[in-house]
């Protein structure tokens, strides 16, 4: 696996961008989960999670931040390559997401909030099958995780909510503010 040579400051700066995508998110009432793909310290993709803004409860659970990141990646007719891209997301990615990133080739994940409920970079990759157990992939946690956790908070305190209303994630959450 190779080494970036990327302090910790732009590790801020480039989440910072991942940040803003979760702003807009939140904005509109959407789960604020911001992701941008950073490649030769220029950023290449970026967006934020969507269909969580349901009045009646039903709600996209593969609109996520990561995914659309990689979509737009791969509909841009761009030549990327994505072993020397890092990923910056503002909570941990779920399990799809991670097993999509991997797949993408990205061999960097660095994000700020963790997931405690449906977070997939923990599972232990060694006793996967062959295709992801070679990856490689290297996870950076806990990067702005304070800004990130105070967009999850104002989110989970909007009572007109219903995505993950009284899960795991919204009691974790609310509690990390006692």
Known sequence: ??????????????????????????????????????????????SSR?????????????????????KKIEVSNKKNDLEKSI?????????????????SGIKKIVYAYEDPMGGGTCCDIASLTPLYKQSKIKIVSGVLREKSLELFKIFFKNKKKLYLENSLLEHYTIKQAE
């Open 87 to 103: 990923l910056f997301c503002t909570m941990e990615p779920c399990l799809m997401c991670f097993a999509a990133i991997i797949l």
């Open 50 to 70: 969507k269909g969580t803004t349901s009045k009646i409860g039903i709600f996209s659970e593969i609109d996520h931040a990561e995914i659309i990141a990689l």
């Open 1 to 46: 696996m190779h080494q970036e040579n990327i302090k910790l400051s732009q590790y801020e700066y480039y989440m910072s961008f991942a940040i803003k995508e979760a702003e807009k998110a939140l904005q509109v009432g959407e789960f604020p989960v911001g992701c941008v793909v950073v490649q030769n310290n220029k950023i290449i993709s970026a």
